[in-house]
């Protein structure tokens, strides 16, 4: 790949999903388009930058997903969960006596690993919850991902990193090798395609969004962009949970970090003026990686 | 790979398996994980090393000849001070049935062959026995 077309893919994912790739993340697109290509029936990434190129809305839309799918586990960095069971809820159970209600936003769901650790974590609580309706929506860039949560199908490998023992046998299903999540538990996410990108406001207001670990992926602007509307979206009292590399301290001030929780954001009531960044920037791009 | 450090509690783990690849593997690993290894072939040396210092993990297979790794685990868990060590199964068993024999038996945790240094690690942070479920 020479640098122009480095230099053309570069922008591409910008534009399309706000990845921002250094000078020298070379290796990374190739890893991850050459796969791509072969599954297209292409025989090099040469030959499927040249249909990008040509303006194949498909090859663009899924080379924008093959670059932005994360590797996750069950119950990653276990302390944001801890501190959804044992804050969290905790807090949630006495500020929503009234409404009986929780809306629960997995803003990067990728394959459903978050989401149904967070669904795990409300039924081992079902006895306090009794009488609640709580709601899980996972929202992710990429259908395929989507699809691949929706069913809730896990390789042996994938159950193994961050799910206890007990909570396999209890929540899966066996299959040959594969393990499948519960139907009770795969019925408490909803799913929904969503570009961060894009205008969310009309998925209404949560108590609690976790948007781990695909904001690095951004550039400053972007970052800033998406936390002020972030803000929007959450209750005054709610919580912002952030991957463990991440930070919103030097960027914005609607949120501040939770003493003594790592990754926890509280709102501050601060309210920054917002226009999502695609509908202001690229019209016509929005409609490729769109809903 | 660092050893314990000076004034940190050595940290045993003892690897039972048949196959002395899947030992030297383990023992990689877990070297790397900061515990100090002892190896045994078969359930019956596992436990002649149990009677003669506890362990503070045990890393086990299921099939092993003279004795096998569920065997150990019951007279394990009958020894004085047995009840101690964790005991995380490392087994080509991956059934429910093996999983919840395991599990009455007093395992901790449940590894399906093949693993790899990412499985253990966030096995060995599930019971507590590291502080970070992955390196990196």
């Known amino acids: ?291 | 790979m660092d050893g314990p450090r000076i004034g940190e509690q050595v940290r045993t783990c003892l690897v039972v398996d048949d196959s002395s690849v899947v030992r030297k593997i383990a023992r990689r690993i877990l070297e790397e994980l900061n515990f100090q290894i002892i190896e045994a072939e078969n359930g019956e040396r596992a436990l002649d090393a149990c009677r003669r210092a506890m362990p503070t993990a045990v890393l086990l297979d299921w099939n092993m000849p003279v004795m096998d790794g569920h065997e150990f685990l019951l007279h394990l868990r009958r020894l004085p001070g047995g009840d101690l060590p964790k005991v995380v199964f490392c087994t080509t068993e991956n059934n429910v049935d093996h999983i919840s024999r395991a599990l009455e038996a007093g395992a901790d945790e449940y590894i399906m062959k093949p693993f790899d240094k990412a499985i253990i690690a966030a096995k060995f942070h599930e019971v507590g026995l590291i502080a970070a479920a992955m390196p990196a």
Request: net charge positive; glycine share 6%.
């Open chain 1, 1 to 291: 790949m020479n640098a122009s077309d480095y230099e053309y893919l570069r922008k591409l994912f910008r534009d399309h999903s706000g990845l921002d790739l250094s000078a020298d993340k070379q290796y990374l697109i190739e890893s991850r388009l050459l796969p791509l290509a072969r599954k297209c029936g292409l025989s090099s990434i040469d030959d499927l930058l040249q249909k990008m190129k040509g303006g194949s809305s498909r090859h663009i839309a899924q080379a924008v997903e093959a670059m932005t799918t994360n590797e996750t586990f069950f119950f990653r960095d276990k302390a944001p969960f801890d501190h959804f069971r044992d804050t969290m809820i905790p807090e949630l159970l006495k500020a929503r006596a009234g409404r009986k209600t929780i809306r629960i936003w997995c803003a990067a769901g990728s394959t459903g690993q978050e989401p149904y650790s967070l669904a795990i974590c409300l039924k081992e609580m079902s006895a306090q919850l009794a009488g609640w309706r709580t709601e899980i929506l996972a929202t992710d860039l990429s259908q395929d991902v989507l699809e691949k949560s929706k069913a809730g199908i896990y390789s042996q490998f994938e159950v193994q990193r961050g799910l206890p023992i007990q909570l396999l046998l209890k929540y899966f299903k066996q299959n040959g090798e594969l393990w499948q999540i519960n139907a009770e538990i795969r019925a408490m996410v909803q799913h929904r395609q969503l570009n961060l990108l894009h205008d969310f406001s009309q998925l209404g207001t949560f108590d609690v969004i976790f948007c781990r670990n695909v904001l690095i992926y951004f550039d400053q602007d972007t970052k800033i962009n998406v936390f002020n509307r972030l803000a929007r979206s959450l209750e005054g009292d709610g919580f912002l949970v952030l991957g463990a590399a991440e930070t919103v301290v030097g960027l914005t001030d609607v949120f501040k970090p939770c003493a003594e929780k790592r990754g926890l954001y509280r709102p501050t009531g601060a309210r920054a003026a917002v226009a999502p960044m695609a509908a202001a920037a690229m019209p016509r791009m929005a409609a490729i990686g769109g809903r």
